[in-house]
Every structure is written in structure tokens, then in C-alpha cells.
């Protein structure tokens, strides 16, 4: 299928093909007939798509700030190479789409196949929506109607948040699509509507609304308002224009009488004048996009809505009732349709985009489309035993981090899946990759795979480790291997039964400045030698809605991110964790904490402590591992500079920030060539230990005590200090 994306880098919008996506619990599956261009929104990606890179940087300070920090953190070539390889993602356009079910995934049972419904869904011939973003279109409302839903819901977030009452004078400044419908909005409430914009064409298809309107660049907008309101000034003014000064505010703020309401639904910079706010005491809110439920994934992603009696209007509701507005003809929106334009002409509309005059641009699509979940490249001469590798997940560490290092290593890559199938289409060129798909069961079958790589959500780990397993596959899994205690007996017994190699992605201990301090340590000795391990980890904040923070989805970053340091401390003293005791930052803290300090006992007499903060400063290093033995010390710095104190002929060394993915990837593939049986990187053993000590971490902080590690029953290389008790 086709789908229309914008390159930020090169500025390039173009058709691209990838797999049709795959239905999951929750969504739906939608052939696209029409959707709807929304001019501001678009045009601002087109345009910084376009703009050089100093001119990107102008438009983003904010992002300035983060990259200077991140050089004094890291150093520059990790930082450029980070920043490039971001604006290097082409995304998805737009989300005005209307379209007949194809599908519906598991535990949606109000929507049949051929329906017609409207979603936020992007331009592209078939999308995969999560249901409470799709809405069951009313007879009567057409297709092209239909598409000014979710764009008009929008609109009506911000009069929700403004909350006119009948017979109030309201402002709308910049009538483009999205000003328009907001009057026309505030119309059927009842109100008197005042519309400001420069541009004749906009400000003609007012009138006809029967809005009043006035043009700043030909009289005083701020005198007319207060002399069309008897002196007394706006009730309320809503902001639907996007500009890159602070002159709307101003103005805003101007126009409105003594305690007016400001709703900003566009998008300008806000730099408030505290007197023009202060004088009147004014109230001032930013509307966030759809409504209540809009970037919470509970909501969005999970499916759990909102109870209607304390939260009256969600997205989806809002959704709703502009439809019942479109099917009762209050709402009118045919004639902001300025053109139409088939979907494989997408460019008579982007091509010219920045000066376009167009209100609303609607994409009509063909009746047929392939329904193939796969894309091919070109196929290579593949067989087992030869370092084929399949990939699950198409997310942004499978594409800065797991793929270059596994092109580097010379792995033949043979097939990517990723649920959407764009990522994994983008990937799979960049990286030569032969196939991408949508439906991941087509690596596990494949026989000619040798190992599956799994960089998917921490949820999803355990139970595609266990498939590939079964399906005969040497397996790659990206930290954590399982979030919940039951997860770890199902892979165990996979294991065992197959044979096959599980490895999980604990780079730390691959990195020449560790396998350096493995040796000054005493090698393989090391698990004889007692020592005492600091790790200090400046881990940074995660927003409190991330996945990552869902104890169900994520794990939270003691299973997600903590294990690294576990088993970094593992590698160093030789040994397994024998008990483990957690303390977090907080009066209750949760099993989801990001500030918190991990003590570990090992069998050897070894101790680590892990100190994972996640309310200090980015630009300071993000890693200091210390070691204390025998009267010496060793100093790790942020993987880029190794210190011994204590050590005969050795002081320093110095190099670029290596966490050792390249090296781990290099020593797996060069073992998957070798015809001889496949022995571990990491004793499984360890990798199971490692699992079981963060799990026991959180068993430890709700009963305030320490836990001990439980046993293993693994038959297969358990080094000294891991054996089953």
C-alpha cells in the first residue's frame, strides 16, 4: 500500500510503499476513501522539512539547549550523529481519515466490518486506528464531510475550554480551516463572532457564515472590537492562526474586556505581557488537540475510557458530536472544500504547500488497494548457519542503536516486521534489509533465519522470546527479558527444550574500558576477589505518562533500565546476586520509581550499590562506575574515560564513548557463522539471575526489607555463584 511521508531531513514529502498493518487487540482496520489535508499543521512540517539546518535550529531553541547539554554530556560526534539520525526519520502526514473496516482486532465489538467511520488516521490507503480514535460515521453525512471531523473537534476543544455562553461576543483570530469551523461553532452556540485574518478569501467565506469581520493590515482590529462591543471589549477570544511572533497574545489581550478568557488552539510564541494580563485580570489556556484522553495512552492506546459522568467530553465524544452536527446540517463544511485531488497527485497540493490559499484540500483514493503484509527489496541468498537475522520492532533503538551495529558486524538481514509497517519499510532500506512486514510469524517460519532480534515493548519480550524458541530460533532480546515473575518459568522451559541461545541486550559489559577493568580486576579470577561496585546512573526524567512508566506495559525502569547495572556489577565480581534490598525516593514510592538506590549482595562477599536518579541535571554524565579492590580503585566515566588508581602500569584510557553494542553484536554474529554449537555470550544463568534481582527489587520495596534471589533450575552453563539452591 501506499502512504505519504515527510522527510525533516532532505524536506522530500513522497508516496512510500510499506506492508498493510496488522489489526491488534483494540484497533481497527480502515480502508481510506478520503482524507483531508489540514493546511496548518502540514504546512508548518513541510516548511521546517524544507528550512536549512541553521533555520531549524532558529525554530527550535528549546532543542538547541538539549543538544549543548548532550555535547558536555557525551561528547560531539555521539551528539551530531543523534541529531542527524533524528531528523533522518521521515514521518507519518496527516490525521483527518475516513474510511470502511476492514478488521477489528480483539475486544472491539461495536464497529463491523464495512462500516464507515472517520478516524485521526494518517494519508495512506490503509491505517490501523486504536478505536476510541475511530467513530461510526451517521447516514446522511458524506464522505467528504466526514473528513472535517477530527480537524472540527479541534475546534471544538477549544470552545469547550473557553465555554461561551449565549450572547457572548467572541474573537476568532486567523480564519483558516480550523478558524472557520471554530466560528461557525460558535455561531450554533449562540454567539456573536467577530473573525480577524489578512487574507480577503478567508475573510469573504466569514461573511457568508455571517461573521463579522475585520482585517488588522487595513484598520485598528482592537479599536473595532471594543466599538463593536460598545466599549466593553471581547467576552472571550480564541486563537486559531499559527505565526512565529507574540503579537496575537498581545492583541488578544488588548481586545478583551476585564476578565475575558484567551484559548490558544494555534500555534504562536508566547511571550506574555504581565500588565496586560494583570490589569484585567484575563485567563489564559492552551487547548490541547482533540479533547480529554488526547496523548494519554491509557486512553488512546489501552482503550479505557473515560467515565462519562465525571468526564462529560473525550476525544471520541467530541468526535461525536461534531458528526451529529454534520448529520443535522447545522454544521456546513462542503464549501470550505477548496479542491480535490486524486491521492497519487498528492503534489499538486504539497508541492506549492507555503503559499498555498487553499482552505481545505481533500485526498480522494482509488477503490483498490493490495492488502500484501509484506514488502520486498530484493532478495539475497540466505541459509541457516549463516548469521540471518530477523527483526521484531521498528522503534527508535532498533534504528540508532541494534541496526548499524548489526550491519556492522556483517549479519545478513533478511526480514524486518514492525505492526505498523512503516518503520520497518524505512529501516529495512536504509539498511538493506530484504523484506519488511507487518506480520512477524513470517520470520519465525522463515527457516533460513538464524536469530531473532526483539526490540518491541517491555510487555511483549517475554512471550515473542518464547515463540522464537519454539519456533527454533536463536534469540536476541532487548533488556528487560520478562516485567512479571510467571514470564521467567515459560522462557526457561522453551530454553531448555530447544537448546537454542537466548541472549538480552547488556551491552555495559562488551565495552573495551570494561573488559579492561575485567582484566585489571584479575580476569577470570575476579570471582574470587571480593569487591565493593558504585554505580551512579544520571538516568534523566521520563514523562509520567510514558509507556515506560506502565508497571503492565513498560515494567518501569528498574525492570527496563536497572538491569543493565546489575548485570554490569555481575561481569565485574564474577558472581551471581544472592540478595537485594531497594530503597526509593518518596513516602510511598511505587514499583515504578525512577529515583532510587539498588543494594546488592553477592555469594563471594562482593556488594554493588546502584544509585538510578532520574531528578538530576542532563548535562551532567549520565554513568560513573567505581570499583574497590585489594587497595586499588577504578573510575569509569561515562564510558569514555577509564581511571585506576592503585595499578602498576596502568593510570588511564581515553577514547570515544563506547557501551559496547558494536562489540556485542560483532562477537554474536561471528558466532552464529561458526558451524560449531552456538555457546552463550552471557551464561543464561546470569541473564535469568540478573531478571529475577529486579523483580526481587520490587518485592523488596513494598515489604521494606531485603529479598533474596531465588535458585534456578537451568542445567546449561551455570557459572560458580548461580547455582540452583
Not at 190 to 202: A, N, P
Not at 255 to 276: H, P, T, W, Y
Not at 289 to 304: F, L, N, T, W
Not at 320 to 347: H, K
Request: hydrophobic share 40%.
Amino acid at each position: 500500500m501506499k502512504q505519504l511521508v515527510q522527510n525533516l531531513k532532505t524536506g522530500e514529502t513522497l508516496l512510500d510503499d510499506v506492508p498493510v498493518p496488522q489489526v491488534g487487540r483494540g484497533q481497527v482496520l480502515i480502508r481510506t476513501t478520503r482524507s483531508l489535508v489540514s493546511p496548518g499543521t502540514e504546512r508548518m512540517l513541510v516548511e521546517f522539512g524544507r528550512a536549512s539546518l541553521i533555520a531549524k535550529a532558529r525554530q527550535q531553541p528549546d532543542k538547541v539547549r538539549q543538544v549543548l547539554e548532550k555535547i558536555r554530556a557525551d561528547g560531539v560526534i555521539p551528539t551530531v550523529e543523534a541529531v542527524f539520525r533524528k531528523l533522518g526519520q521521515p514521518i507519518p502526514l496527516g490525521y483527518c481519515n475516513v474510511g470502511t473496516v476492514l478488521a477489528v482486532g480483539e475486544g472491539v465489538i461495536d464497529l463491523r466490518i464495512g462500516d464507515r467511520v472517520t478516524s485521526n488516521g494518517a494519508h495512506a490507503e490503509v491505517v490501523c486506528v486504536p478505536r476510541n480514535l475511530v467513530a461510526l460515521i451517521p447516514e446522511g453525512v458524506s464522505d467528504d464531510e466526514a473528513a472535517f471531523t477530527v480537524v472540527g473537534a479541534i475546534a471544538l476543544q477549544g470552545l469547550r475550554l473557553l465555554n461561551p455562553t449565549l450572547g457572548e461576543t467572541v474573537v476568532v483570530a486567523g480564519l483558516g480551516l480550523l478558524g472557520l469551523l471554530t466560528a461557525e461553532l460558535l455561531r450554533i452556540n449562540g454567539c456573536h463572532v467577530i473573525g480577524l485574518d489578512i487574507d480577503e478569501t478567508r475573510l469573504e467565506l466569514a461573511r457568508q457564515r455571517g461573521v463579522l469581520t475585520l482585517n488588522p493590515t487595513v484598520m485598528d482590529d482592537v479599536a473595532a472590537v471594543f466599538s463593536l462591543t460598545n466599549g466593553v471589549g471581547a467576552d472571550g477570544v480564541i486563537i486559531s492562526a499559527s505565526a512565529k511572533q507574540d503579537q496575537l497574545v498581545s492583541q488578544a489581550a488588548r481586545m478583551s474586556r476585564k476578565r475575558g478568557r484567551i484559548v490558544l488552539v494555534g500555534v504562536v510564541d508566547l511571550n506574555l505581557n504581565r500588565a496586560e494580563f494583570y490589569e484585567k485580570e484575563l485567563s489564559f489556556q492552551v487547548s490541547c488537540s482533540y479533547g480529554p484522553g488526547r496523548y494519554d495512552d491509557a486512553y488512546e492506546q489501552q482503550g479505557h475510557d473515560y467515565p462519562l459522568p465525571f468526564v462529560r467530553w473525550t476525544e471520541n465524544r467530541n468526535f461525536q458530536t461534531v458528526l451529529g452536527l454534520l448529520s443535522t446540517g447545522q454544521l456546513a463544511v462542503a464549501s470550505l472544500i477548496t479542491e480535490v485531488v486524486p491521492f497519487m497527485m498528492f503534489n499538486a497540493i504539497y508541492s506549492n504547500i507555503s503559499q498555498s490559499t487553499a482552505v481545505a484540500s481533500m485526498l480522494h483514493y482509488a477503490e483498490t488497494v493490495s492488502l500484501q503484509p509484506v514488502i520486498a527489496f530484493g532478495e539475497a541468498r540466505y541459509r541457516n548457519g549463516t548469521g540471518t537475522v530477523g527483526l521484531i520492532g521498528a522503534g527508535n533503538f532498533m534504528g540508532a542503536t541494534l541496526l548499524p551495529a548489526l550491519k556492522a558486524a556483517g549479519a545478513n538481514l533478511k526480514i524486518i516486521a514492525s505492526a505498523t509497517g512503516l518503520k520497518a519499510t524505512l529501516l529495512a532500506r536504509k539498511f538493506g534489509v530484504a523484506r519488511s512486514t507487518t506480520d512477524y510469524a513470517q520470520l519465525l517460519n522463515d527457516p533460513d533465519i538464524d536469530l531473532c532480534v526483539i526490540a518491541t515493548r517491555h510487555d511483549s519480550h517475554a512471550r515473542l522470546t518464547v515463540e522464537a524458541l519454539r519456533a527454533g530460533k536463536h534469540v536476541f532480546v532487548e533488556k528487560p527479558l520478562a516485567i512479571h515473575d510467571g514470564e521467567l518459568a515459560a522462557i526457561i522451559d522453551a530454553q531448555q527444550v530447544s537448546g537454542r541461545m537466548v541472549m538480552v541486550g547488556f551491552n555495559r559489559r562488551f565495552s573495551p574500558h570494561v573488559q579492561k577493568m575485567k582484566a585489571l580486576l584479575g580476569g577470570s579470577l575476579s570471582g574470587e576477589i571480593p569487591m565493593n561496585v558504585v554505580i551512579t546512573v544520571n538516568a534523566g526524567s521520563v514523562p509520567a505518562g510514558s509507556w515506560v512508566n506502565d508497571r503492565l506495559t513498560g515494567g518501569g525502569r528498574i525492570l527496563g533500565e536497572v538491569c543493565h547495572f546489575v548485570d554490569l556489577i555481575t561481569c565485574l565480581t564474577g558472581r551471581c546476586v544472592g540478595s537485594v534490598c531497594l530503597n526509593a525516593m518518596g513516602e510511598n514510592p511505587t514499583e515504578t520509581t525512577d529515583s532510587a538506590s539498588l543494594l546488592l549482595r553477592y555469594d563471594n562477599g562482593s556488594t554493588g550499590v546502584i544509585n538510578y536518579f532520574a531528578n538530576g541535571h542532563r548535562a551532567y554524565a549520565k554513568e560513573r562506575v567505581e570499583v574497590y579492590s585489594q587497595g586499588r580503585t577504578l573510575v569509569l566515566d561515562n564510558f569514555r574515560k577509564l581511571t585506576g588508581y592503585g595499578f602498576n602500569g596502568f593510570s588511564s584510557l581515553s577514547g570515544r564513548q563506547n557501551k559496547g553494542h558494536a562489540e556485542l553484536m560483532s562477537q554474536l554474529i561471528g558466532q552464529l557463522r561458526n558451524e560449531q554449537s552456538v555457546a552463550p555470550l552471557i551464561p543464561f544463568a546470569e541473564i535469568i539471575n540478573t531478571t529475577q534481582t529486579t523483580l526481587a527489587a520490587l518485592h523488596s520495596l513494598r515489604e521494606s526489607r531485603w529479598v533474596r534471589v531465588g535458585g534456578i533450575a537451568v542445567t546449561s552453563l551455570s557459572p560458580p555463584g548461580c547455582e540452583p539452591v
